[in-house]
């Protein structure tokens, strides 16, 4: 185990932060001690003071299909699904390993998952995401309790007057808004040497492999907290790698879809040619069952006229088991070479692309290309 608390940092990784599962179990960090107090038999603390718990979060890795057919079989109600988000919330995103990956909570979530209950009792389902508890980032209007900040309290309070357009779609699919997530404040755009995952309001954010590693942004806790399981799915923005780079550095899906296919208007701009809202998921059909939700025009939002034509589509139709074969996938082998064991884990996944059909190249970059990359990757993430 790797899970000392030093100077207020949680070294966990991922695989240990799954088994933080049993939330009656889970004790408050006290940073600096030598131990705590374990309130039952799950908890184990050694000399070092680290800590964890053996028990399997009910929720763990739960998927959009999966948790719908939990509530279409009366096995679990969205009231009860909520809820279990919400305590693992309260136990390890500000106590515990401090993921501080959400900045706050909805305090409605719970009635609104009552009444999506109760339309699911009289036969409504209005979407496969009816019931299913979703984060958004925390420069997306919601009209409910909460505030829409950017992470910054040069607009701490701020509460608006109606949903975003991204919200409004959401609400109407059924979704339940469970919480706000932390971001790069400003979504990075505050300074050219801004940290990944920090906000005035919300804190340094972790990467849910490792608590005290670069979560990427800056739709940070929005994939920090969809890796840890604190919700079904999350929303992340994207103007360059914002959606992306937090998806793949905390192992999960994220979707980039094409500027005009979501509206915008309720989210806090940076660019227009480039800004759009994307799925974040666990599953690659999760994020195109939200895909589906999404897409369609926004009044406020002329780019998205043309997006008329996709709405109706079921972005999971096009989901293919042999969807690899026959495309080409690039490998610059050239970012090889630094950490052996990742470089492993590399080769396995292309070995294992390769076997499902697909053609692997090694394009050649340039330096200048390198360096231009770099600098992008620098000023917009």
Same mark, same amino acid.
């Given at each position: 185990m790797n899970s000392k608390h030093n100077g207020g940092v949680t070294n966990l990784d991922r695989r240990e932060f799954m088994k933080l599962g049993g939330l009656g179990a889970v004790a408050t960090a006290v940073v600096g001690s030598t131990a705590c107090e374990a309130r039952n038999s799950q908890e184990t603390v050694n000399s070092e003071g680290s800590w964890w718990v053996n028990e399997t979060f009910e929720l763990e890795e739960?998927?959009?299909?999966?948790?719908?057919?939990?509530?279409?079989?009366?096995? &679990?109600?969205?009231? #009860?699904?909520?809820?279990?988000?919400?305590?693992?919330?309260?136990?390890? !995103?500000? @106590?515990?390993?401090?993921? &501080?990956?959400?900045? #706050?909570?909805n305090s409605d979530a719970l009635a609104i998952a009552k009444e999506l !209950?109760? @339309?699911?009792?009289?036969?409504?389902?209005?979407?496969?995401?009816?019931?299913?508890?979703i984060v958004l980032k925390d420069n997306i209007d919601t009209a409910d309790l909460m505030t829409t900040t950017a992470g910054s309290y040069a607009l701490e309070g701020h509460v608006a007057a109606k949903d975003s357009h991204v919200a409004a779609k959401l609400r109407g699919a059924g979704a339940i808004i469970?919480?706000?997530?932390?971001?790069s404040e400003w979504a990075n755009i505050r300074s050219s040497r801004s940290s990944s995952g920090w906000s005035g309001r919300g804190g340094q954010c972790g990467n849910a492999f490792a608590v005290d590693r670069n979560p990427c942004g800056s739709s940070s806790g929005s994939g920090a907290s969809v890796s840890a399981n604190f919700c079904a799915g999350a929303i992340g923005t994207e103007t360059n790698g914002s959606v992306v780079c937090p998806s793949s550095v905390n192992g999960i899906v994220g979707l980039k879809p094409t500027v005009g296919m979501v509206g915008r208007s309720g989210i806090i701009p940076i660019a227009h040619t480039q800004d759009t809202a994307g799925p974040m998921t666990r599953s690659v059909a999760d994020a195109a069952a939200m895909l589906t939700a999404l897409v369609g025009p926004d009044p406020s939002d002329p780019v998205t006229t043309p997006s008329a034509d996709f709405v109706g589509t079921d972005y999971t139709s096009f989901l293919d088991r042999d969807g690899l074969r026959g495309v080409r996938i690039g490998v610059e082998r050239s970012y090889f070479g630094a950490q052996p064991d990742v470089d492993q884990l590399m080769e396995e996944a292309i070995r294992s692309m390769s076997a499902e059909g697909a053609t692997i190249v090694d394009p050649k970059i340039s330096l200048q290309e390198k360096a231009w990359g770099s600098l992008l990757f620098r000023c917009c993430l």
């Amino acid at each position: 185990m790797n899970s000392k608390h030093n100077g207020g940092v949680t070294n966990l990784d991922r695989r240990e932060f799954m088994k933080l599962g049993g939330l009656g179990a889970v004790a408050t960090a006290v940073v600096g001690s030598t131990a705590c107090e374990a309130r039952n038999s799950q908890e184990t603390v050694n000399s070092e003071g680290s800590w964890w718990v053996n028990e399997t979060f009910e929720l763990e890795e739960a998927t959009f299909n999966g948790l719908a057919e939990d509530m279409a079989s009366g096995r &679990r109600t969205s009231v #009860e699904i909520t809820q279990l988000y919400l305590d693992r919330i309260a136990a390890l !995103d500000r @106590e515990g390993p401090k993921l &501080r990956s959400i900045i #706050e909570t909805n305090s409605d979530a719970l009635a609104i998952a009552k009444e999506l !209950d109760e @339309e699911r009792e009289n036969g409504v389902v209005r979407s496969p995401l009816h019931g299913i508890p979703i984060v958004l980032k925390d420069n997306i209007d919601t009209a409910d309790l909460m505030t829409t900040t950017a992470g910054s309290y040069a607009l701490e309070g701020h509460v608006a007057a109606k949903d975003s357009h991204v919200a409004a779609k959401l609400r109407g699919a059924g979704a339940i808004i469970l919480a706000k997530a932390n971001l790069s404040e400003w979504a990075n755009i505050r300074s050219s040497r801004s940290s990944s995952g920090w906000s005035g309001r919300g804190g340094q954010c972790g990467n849910a492999f490792a608590v005290d590693r670069n979560p990427c942004g800056s739709s940070s806790g929005s994939g920090a907290s969809v890796s840890a399981n604190f919700c079904a799915g999350a929303i992340g923005t994207e103007t360059n790698g914002s959606v992306v780079c937090p998806s793949s550095v905390n192992g999960i899906v994220g979707l980039k879809p094409t500027v005009g296919m979501v509206g915008r208007s309720g989210i806090i701009p940076i660019a227009h040619t480039q800004d759009t809202a994307g799925p974040m998921t666990r599953s690659v059909a999760d994020a195109a069952a939200m895909l589906t939700a999404l897409v369609g025009p926004d009044p406020s939002d002329p780019v998205t006229t043309p997006s008329a034509d996709f709405v109706g589509t079921d972005y999971t139709s096009f989901l293919d088991r042999d969807g690899l074969r026959g495309v080409r996938i690039g490998v610059e082998r050239s970012y090889f070479g630094a950490q052996p064991d990742v470089d492993q884990l590399m080769e396995e996944a292309i070995r294992s692309m390769s076997a499902e059909g697909a053609t692997i190249v090694d394009p050649k970059i340039s330096l200048q290309e390198k360096a231009w990359g770099s600098l992008l990757f620098r000023c917009c993430l």
